[in-house]
């Protein structure tokens, strides 16, 4: 049995009322620290995108202080997030714009996290090659184990119209490829800035909340976005193929 926690859209660098970027990182510490404080061990930390708000390479040096912990932390890039200060400054590569993916071994699952930025763009796609490597990784190596994949665009609607019109688009490729893999055990994802439950090609798809805001549903009225809600986070429990998950509000 595994157990993952998931966070999403720490924006760091994000300029709010008169805050300029300090209210963001303060409640992305905030949530490493309350992981950090955990009496038990966690399997892994995933944080499914938008680390930066404008891509900067001061950002992502921020990224890396806040991000740093006890527990191993996998991150994939969203919309808000540049691919080559991502990977230059977060992952010590070459500043390529090629898409980032990365396949994670941990004991009992792959977790599997793509890129699904559109470099200038707020809307989703998993481009081919993209999902040609999905496809190989999937197919070869620990074929007995659970996968998860995860990336930042959901790839349906999930009714929150400012959302859905920059989700995730060409999906049906992706549900190609999931169908050829039945040992893919769910689809985690952010970018929404709100917690939430669906399916896709028959699998879950589990959405983390945003640590930097909340966005609303139409019925709950007002702006639509909120700034005074608290962050919060998931926990995936992963028990053999089967995925629970369970929602935490983080408070001082």
């Known amino acids: ?84 200060p991502y990977r230059q400054v977060l992952l010590g590569e070459e500043p390529t714009t ?3 993916n990365r396949l994670h071994q941990l004991p009992g699952t792959d977790v599997l996290m793509l890129d699904s930025s559109i470099p200038d763009q707020h809307d989703g796609l998993l481009d081919d090659a993209t999902l040609d490597w999905l496809d190989a990784q999937l ?35 992706l549900a190609q490829v999931l169908h050829r893999h039945p040992r893919v055990a769910a689809l985690l994802c952010g970018h929404a800035h709100t917690s939430a439950a669906t399916t896709f090609a028959g699998l879950p798809v589990l959405v983390a909340p ?6 609303t549903l139409p019925c709950e009225g007002g702006k639509g976005i909120l700034f005074d809600h608290p962050p919060m986070l998931a926990f995936h429990v992963l028990d053999g193929g089967r995925l629970t998950t369970h929602y935490r509000v983080v408070t001082d």
Not at 56 to 70: F, H, K, M
Not at 210 to 215: E, N, Q
């Open 1 to 84: 049995m595994l157990t993952i926690a998931h966070l999403s859209d720490i924006h760091l660098g994000q300029v709010h009322r008169r805050d300029a970027g300090k209210r963001a990182r303060r409640r992305a510490e905030q949530v490493m620290a309350y992981l950090d404080a955990l009496p038990g061990p966690l399997d892994a930390v995933l944080v499914t995108g938008d680390l930066a708000d404008h891509g900067l390479p001061e950002e992502y040096r921020q990224a890396a202080e806040v991000l740093a912990s006890r527990h191993p932390v996998l991150t994939c890039p969203g919309n808000h997030d540049s691919r080559a």
């Open 139 to 173: 197919g070869s190596g620990r074929q007995e184990l659970p996968a998860l994949v995860a990336f930042h665009h959901p790839p349906v609607e999930l009714h929150v119209p400012f959302v859905d019109g920059i989700r995730q688009f060409g999906e049906e490729r």
């Open 210 to 215: 945003g640590v930097v805001s909340t966005i």
């Open 98 to 100: 090629d898409p980032v």
